[in-house]
Each structure stands twice: as structure tokens, then as C-alpha cells.
């Protein structure tokens, strides 16, 4: 059941053991049996992040302590970053004050909001951030980036066909600057250059706070037919669950090593990296092949593998579906046969998908990942939900031993949610106070021009041209606008000349003074870096960078923009379909600037009527710009 | 001359789809007999005088390589055994 | 009837498509070939097109080399068959020994893509009738290794057999030998060219229409040549 | 289990960017007594079986250098000399 991406080193099709998990306690696998004969084992719940309350409450959802396979899977989605527990009670907004809209297909919640432009097309798109592993390695953090941001547009169904970039580093000259913007750079570039994504634009800002955490958000825009939208749910009981692309490593699970056995010896913590290596001539191929599943019509449900692997993967796809699924995890293909179920199940190896597939397209779509030199594997099945009418049980063996049963529900909608405590922060006052007007100002011609010297040679007003150079922007030859345009212009309808105008935008430093306007004003600069290009904005998505939501006034920050942004979509009229929290972006106790990255896109009947930012002779004869 | 060679290498534990790429490509050259492949840098250093190990490890570990997902050695060549004199 | 020109698709080409809307546009029909096929399907010139086959690993083009489609095309390119090699596609003219010299890393280290002009200086090509000599095009150039290198002798042996295609001017943006962007075989029907002319086509989304003489050039050809 | 190793460097006479770029970096580091760097591939290939010189130096010959730009060597590392095993 697994295709090797050369036909003359295929396995032989390996048989499912369909055999009930074993009684048995085998030696150094800690099994469901073995976690209710020891229930007083004490669990390292709180190195991977659980607190005390949240250890108690998955103890009670089990009805005994957790496995360790289970341990690493709630520590995964009850964090921050799966789970969105100090977020979600302000996010909810976004869909309170949302404008009715029928173009709206599929909106917060799924992998990306998908928006229809035509009686055919639907657009797709979202932004979100890779900060923490850019400034540990930034070629592979800002690639791996790149790469995560572009599953997630292909699982909806759609082909991705643009990326943009906003970016933001510590002080120009500072030594540091120098090692980690060229490797962000390099590895934008490397990775959509790569897959033949053309670069329409971005942001590249510089600012002293950034300097421990630069901040690496990535966009991609995908393009689908209405009626090749796909779900992540995993329906149909009997349905097989597939896993194509790359094979498992020890990719980014340095969050669970702790959960090492005591087999391993010193230097494991050593083959724990929390650094993921991208491959994009794999995504490529994962691309294309899924593209091609789609139009054949060969999968039910499909989900990509990001940041909690295949632990989300199950999970989400099972509990949006109320099913239950069997997996059998030792075949999973893996990179280091060493590997340990809860290692399998928190990898965060790259270029992977997840597929629902009915029994009688299964050789179809092993087919097709052949002919596109990628794994698949089946790697279990859907089951049914319980018998009254409960969702069903995600239970996953490893060598025949019942390592992990749970209700999947339970690790993706049951996480916690936190009301944290908020406040503003006391300084803003002092700093709102420093008013523009009390600055001095240049008095006499050549302070004047000494200060549009400066502002000139400021490396945030600096042409961006050492950057831009390094990107594609011509591949796929739809690109009507990009750097240095306002906003990104794609054709994505080369018959009728259909059009969509994207641009993303931020400023830590307005919204530092004030989170609620300065929100406002990211959101209204994007709409109007669309709206000049002659394009009529339909959509909003939105990567919110901020410090730690432990810290009360970073807390009141993120409210404040979030009550910002869904108030300025509500009078704007268009809705938020979706975007990304980055939290704890700090140095020590120092939290970057609030920098909520706002992207708007719009569409244009026909890309032939664009409005660029130069003068431009039009065949009518009249010349006009807007401003 | 003899120089300072420094091999720098992914941890094993680190894809390396370089490898893999071509690990995948040999079976149309009609090789078979290849289990894995993994492509690294080797880094020839001539100092102006004597050869530095240590100096050259400093290198490495500043420049060369980085330890988050590399690792290195470093040892003395002679001139003939490097680039210039191959066969 | 319509000239059929052959695109071909490896694992990790990217300008496939753009290279076959070039083919349509210039009035001949676009035929895609696939790297694991060996038969040609009887077209009459084939282009392989820009991207980052087998991910660029190794070399550029190294790999896409021992495709089952390229020893189709290397017998019929010294049979005569027009074969154009973009980007991508140069290196593996290159690395396929259809052309002399090799493209290694951009001296500047970084990928690059701007517009960029270039003169035209040989129009005895398949690929290149339709230009006069001396004529400069605005043509898009993006790549990490494009520096084209060969031994000073080949290099000569290139200037003087009048098989430099074109050069960069106003600026060489990969560090290539002599300027080098283009260049041809001896017969003149295999060209490789850094810069890509499948993105100079339509006004809307490129610098300029120069690139369609490329494409343009073999139908030409095509048309003067014996069946 | 050895492995062979094929180091793949730039024939002398080709321009070295990459290395050259270190090179020029080294100042800053406070490095000044490095002559030259220059930067190739070093490529770790195991066997299914016995490690085979001839046929490593064949898949070299054909796939892992190109012999317009570069030179190659051929060699047999013990597996503890390898990336596996690194101070
Ligand atoms: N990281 C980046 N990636 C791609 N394009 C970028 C990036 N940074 C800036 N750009 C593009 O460069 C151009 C100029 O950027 P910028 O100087 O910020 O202009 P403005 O402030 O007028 O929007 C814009 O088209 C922008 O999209």
C-alpha cells in the first residue's frame, strides 16, 4: 500500500493487521493497558507546557492518565499556537461584526478562507508567520515558512499561484541583522523560486525591537474552481487515510523530548532538532500530484501537515467529521526507523498531506503519487461513530500495541480557552503624550534638508530592489503588477482577463501607540494600496504578531487590535476569512512592538484595466494615476 | 603548502534532500546498490603561513557551519592529496 | 500547417506553461512532453523550459539530464532537430553535452531576476532568423546559476564560429564569461539561452514582445526546412 | 559500516565565488592570515553491501561532478570518521 517514488525500489504492498491491538505491555512503549495499570506514574506535563489544571482535565477525559503518545498530542494542540486558547474569546469578532457575504465559501476555521470571484473561480488566501525558527536558522525557517503557508492553500483545493512576504528585523546595522536577513531572504526565494510561485510583493521594515525576533510572515494566494473545493473531513466509515509526500523524521519535536524513554542515552537530546528542513522540489511534486487527485475527484477529505504534524492532521480531520479513525502507525514512512510513536506523531517533517480516500480510488491515487515520485501510504482507515451517536475514537496502534485512544474532538474543540487578564500598559500614556507636535522640527532650509537626507537614506524608506531582485516575479507569466507596485495585480483567468490585487501591510509602531487605530490604519492602508490599482477589495486576512498573552498589557495590545480590525472590516464592509496569532515574540521580558500584519485582497474584472503607480500611456490617449 | 580541510556535513538526523534527490536519480544510471547519499561542503583553507587547526575550527564554527543543524571536522591535507593534483 | 513544438515537463520544471502560451502565441501548437516518456510524439522543435528540475539539486540540470525524454532529444537535436534550452534548460543543453561550457553560481551569490537588455549576435539560428544582427531585446533574466564558464579556448572557438547568440548589455547580471547569455551548436539548431523569452510575450505581464522572435524564429526555420 | 566519500571541488582555474566570499569575510571575524578558500562538495555514499570504490567512481564520473568545472576524488572513510561521529 505504499508507493516508492521509483517503481524498481517499491515495497511490497504490506498487509494491514487487522488483529485487535495486543494486551500486552510491551517493554519501553508506554500502551493504554499499561497507563491504566499505572495510574500514579508521574508525567513530564508540565516541561511540554500543560499546567496542573490542564493535566487534571485530559486525566478526566481519558478515564486515566494519558499515554505518552497521548501526553505529546494534548501538549500539542492545547498549546498556544494549535489550540488559539488565549485568543479565540477576542478572535470571535472577526465572525461577529463579519458583513453578510455570498462570495464567502469558506471562512475562519478552515486551513484558508476561500473567497468566489466569478461564476467559476474562487480565490483563496492567507497570511501567516514563521518568526521563532527564522531567527534560530533563517534560510530554513523563512523557507519552511513559504512552504507551510502553500499546503495550506493547496488543501483547499486550489492551485497556488502568488506569494508575498512581510518582513521585519532588528536595526539595519546591526551585526545580527546581517546573518539573518540575507538567510530570510535567500530562503523566500529558495523555496517559492523554487516551486514557481512569482513574488508580488511585501514589506521589509527595520526596527531596533525586532532584533531578537525578526518577524518572518508569509502569504500565499492559491486560485480553484468553484467546484473543486476540498474539505478536511473525514468522512465515510471504511474510507482509507493516506499519507503522501515526504517521509517522517525528527523534524521540529524538540518541544516533546522530554518524553524520550530512558533507553536513550546522553546525547538524544542532540537528535531532537526543533529545525525543519524544507525540500520545495518535493512540494512541487505534492503540489501537482494533489492537483491532480483533485481534478480526478479521487479524495473525500485532505489536510495538510504543519505545525503539529500528524497529531493535528488526525485529529482535525476525524473531529470535523464526528468519525473515529484506526491508524496503524508503524507504517508511516520514516526518515530514522529509530523513531518512537509520540516522535511519528509530533514530527513536524515537511511536504506532507493527509487524504481521505474511498477503498475503490485507492489505486488511483497510489497511481498518481507514483507518477509524481512521491510517497503514499495507507496508513488507516475512517471508522464509524459510536452507536449512540457520539463521535467516534481515534485509535492508533504501534506494532500491534494500543498506544493512543481518544476522542479526537477532545484534543481539537475541548482545548482550554483563557479570558487572560488585561491591561494597558502604564507607559502608554508617557508615550502617547510625546506628541508629533512637540517634536522639534526643521526650522531652516538646510535642517530641512538634512532631514529629508535622512529620511532618504533610512533603511525603512531604502529601495528595496537588493531584495526583490532575489524573488521570481515573471514565473507562471500572470504577474501584472508587483514590486515596486502598491499592491501585487495576478490574471487568473487568461480568457476573460479576471484579476485579483493583493497587498499586506503593518506598522508595530502605530499600533505600539495606539493598538486599536494603529489596526485600523494597516487594514486601511492595505485597502487602499488595492483599491488604487482600480481593483474592488472583497477580502481581508491577517497575521497578529505580538509578545506574550501572559503579559497583561501585550493581552490588552492583542484586544485592542483585534477590536480594531474587526471594526474597521465592518465599516469597510468586507470580512476577515482568516489569518494566524503569533504570540510570545519577545526578547526576555521585552515584547516586540504590537504588529498586526494586514492583508486585503480585491479583484479586478479585467487585469487590462489596472491602474500602475507611474504615468502610463493608454490606448485612449488619456494618461492617470491615482493617489 | 598543506591546507585545512573542514568537511561540513547535515546531522544525520537532518533531511537532506540534496541526498535524496540523487540517491532517487541512480537507479536510472543503473546503479542499485546504493543505500543512502548525503551532500555536504568540503572547505579548503590555505593560510598564508602555517597551517591552524584551531584557527581554522574557529572558522568553522563562526562561519562555516551552523551548529543547529551541522556538524564538522577539521583536518590537515596535504597540497597534493587536495583540488590542484587530482586524477 | 501549424509547426507542433514540443514543451517538455521534468520533475520541478516551472515555466512549462509560460514556455507553451509562448509556443501558441507565436502561432504554432504547444505539444507537452513528459520526462519519462522517450517518444518525441513527432513534434518538429522542442523547448525545454526554465525551472528547477530535481530541485536544482547537485547541478543544475545534472540530474534532468538522464531523463528517459533527453536521449530521445539529444539524437534528434544532432539529427537536426531545433532545440531550445531556457534557463533550466541551457544547463541541461549543457550538462547533456549539446552545448559547450557549463552555468555555475551567479558570481554575487544570489538569485537574480530583472529586465534585462541583450544584443542579438547571431541570426543564423533556429531560434533566432527572425532578429537582425546587433539588434538589443528587453528580456526578463532570473536565476542563481547563470554564469556561463568554459575554457578560454572553447570560449574562442565560440567568438569566432559566430556561435555567441547573445550578450548581456548595460550590465552582466550573473558574472558570465565574455557576457555571454546565449549561444549556439555548431549546426545552429541547438540554442541555449540564460535569460527568459517565454516572459517577454504579452504586454500586460512582461517587459516587452522581444521574446516572441524566439519562437517566432522557428517557424521560420521550420517552414525553410526540407521535410 | 564504511562508507566512500567523493569530494568534488571547482577545477583551480574557475572562479570560486562562495569561497571567495568567505574569504572576504574573514577580516571581520578578525581572521587576516587565510591565503584563500575554496568551497566544494563532499558527497557520503553507503552501499547495500561492500563499499565499492570503482562503482562510486563511476556514479562521480557521470552524475556528482562535472568534469568541464570540476575535479573529483574518491575515498574510503570509516563509518566513526563520518558525520555520524563528530567532536
Ligand atoms: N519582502 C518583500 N518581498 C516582496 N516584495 C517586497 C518586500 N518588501 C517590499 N516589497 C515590495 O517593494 C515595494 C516597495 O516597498 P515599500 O518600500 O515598503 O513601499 P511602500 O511603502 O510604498 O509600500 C512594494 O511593491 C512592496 O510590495
Redesign the pocket.
Known sequence: MTTHPDPALRETPGVVPQAGPSEDWAPGVDTVPRAAGTPEELQPYAELGLRDDEYDRIRHILGRRPTQSELAMYSIMWSEHCSYKSSKVHLRQFGEKAPPSDRLLAGIGENAGVVQVSDELAVTFKVESHNHPSFVEPYQGAATGVGGIVRDILAMGARPVAV????RFGAADHPDTARVLPGVVAGVGGYGNCLGLP?I????VFDPCYQGNPLVNALCLGVLPVDRLQKKDATGPGNIVVLMGAKTGRDGIGGVSVLASATFDEGSEQRRPSVQVGDPFMEKLLIEACLELYDAELVVGIQDLGGAGLTCALTETAASAGTGMRVWLERVPLREPSMEPHEILASESQERMLLVVSPDKLDAVLKTAEKWGVWATAIGEVTAPSPDGQPGRLVITWRDQLVVDVPPGSLVDDGPVYARPMREPADLILLQADRAETLPRPSNPDALRETVLRMIGSPN?AD?TW??EQ?DRYVLGNTVL?????S?VIRIDERTGLGVALSVDGNGRYARLDPYHGTKLALAEAYR?VAVTGAKPIAVTNCLNFGSPEDPGVMWQFAEAVRGLADGCLELGIPVTGGNVSFYNQTGAAAIHPTPVVGVLGVLDNVADRVPMGFVPRPAGDHDQLF | MPRVVVDVMLKPEILDPQGQAVANALPRLGVSDVASVRIGRRIEIEFTGEPDLDRAREIADKLLANPVIEDFTVHLVEADETADARS | MTARVGVVTFPGSLDDGDAARAVRIAGAEPVRLWHGDPDLHGVDAVVLPGGFSYGDYLRCGAIARFAPVMGTIVDAARGGLPVLGICNGFQILCEAHLLPGALTRNQHLHFRNRDQVLRIEAVGTAWTNAFQPGQEVLIPVKNGEGCYVADPATLDRLEAEGRVVARYVGGNPNGSQRDIAAITNEAGNVVGIMPHPEHAVEALTGPSLDGLGFFTSVLKHLVGAPA
Open positions: 508575498m512576504d512581510p518582513l513574488n510583493g511585501g514589506e521589509v524608506l528595496k531584495v526583490t524573488y508587483a514590486q515596486p507596485e502598491d501585487g494600496n
